[in-house]
């Protein structure tokens, strides 16, 4: 199994709260990936980063920021969580343009 | 812009009977790379095959199979003599965004295969 470690798990919170969701690794992959994944869509990407703090916006980034201060952590946060975001978000990583692995997931729920 | 289409959304087979997913995309790339994922009842995500854009030979592993062609911007898979634990989501996913290689995912196709 890939390395790689979504914390918390599960997390159910209030709107108009910030959330944010860690993804860990210690395969020391240059990519990761956050998606959001949501009945009759599939997985969506929200952010991807490629560095050390060098990030970029997915196809669903509006409401989230990412951070990556660390090759091994990178992290989404909701800076006022809406019920619209109540979804399940992978973290993937890749080592180039290759075969991503993700996470175990994280259930958010906002109520 | 890229484009995954898994119209079946749903699929219930009885065991033993073979089982095709089709899926269908749009990119107007030359290079890009077809994925397929597992998702089964426990959640995670389990990769299966990566097929580049260049390579349009047929693979065959075990019971699953991948039939590429490009004629058609096509990438179904096939599951021979299902079983119950192939139950699961499958997704299809395209890469043409090089070289960070964000995906784009199809909607998944829920495989229910019943003893």
């Known amino acids: 199994d890939a390395g790689i470690t979504q914390s918390p798990r599960h997390k159910v919170t209030e709107t108009g709260t910030p959330v944010t969701l860690r993804c860990h690794q210690t395969e020391n992959h240059r990519y990761m990936y956050w998606y959001r994944q949501d009945p009759g869509h599939g997985l969506r990407l929200i952010h991807y980063s490629y560095g050390v703090k060098d990030t970029d916006k997915g196809e669903v980034s509006d409401g989230y920021s990412v951070s990556r201060s660390k090759t091994e952590d990178f992290l989404l946060t909701l800076e006022s969580a809406t019920s619209s975001q109540t979804s399940v978000y992978f973290c993937?990583?890749?080592?180039?343009?290759?075969?991503?692995?993700f996470g175990a997931g994280t259930r958010l729920s906002v109520l | 812009a890229q484009k995954v289409t898994q119209a079946q959304t749903e699929i219930s087979v009885v065991e033993k009977e073979d089982v095709t997913l089709d899926c269908v995309y749009e990119t107007r790339d030359t290079t890009y790379y077809l994925f397929w994922y597992k998702q089964p009842p426990s959640g995670e995500l389990v990769f299966l095959i990566r097929?580049?854009?260049?390579?349009?030979q047929n693979e065959i592993s075990g019971r699953y199979s991948w039939n590429f062609q490009k004629s058609t911007s096509s990438f179904n898979f096939t599951i021979t003599a299902s079983q119950v634990v192939d139950s699961a989501v499958y997704f299809c996913?395209?890469?043409?965004?090089?070289?960070?290689?964000?995906?784009?995912f199809g909607a998944g196709t829920r495989l229910t295969v019943k003893p």
């Open positions: 996913a395209l890469s043409d965004h090089f070289p960070h290689n964000d995906m784009r």
């Open positions: 097929r580049n854009s260049f390579d349009e």
């Open positions: 993937a990583i890749s080592r180039t343009s290759d075969i991503q692995y």
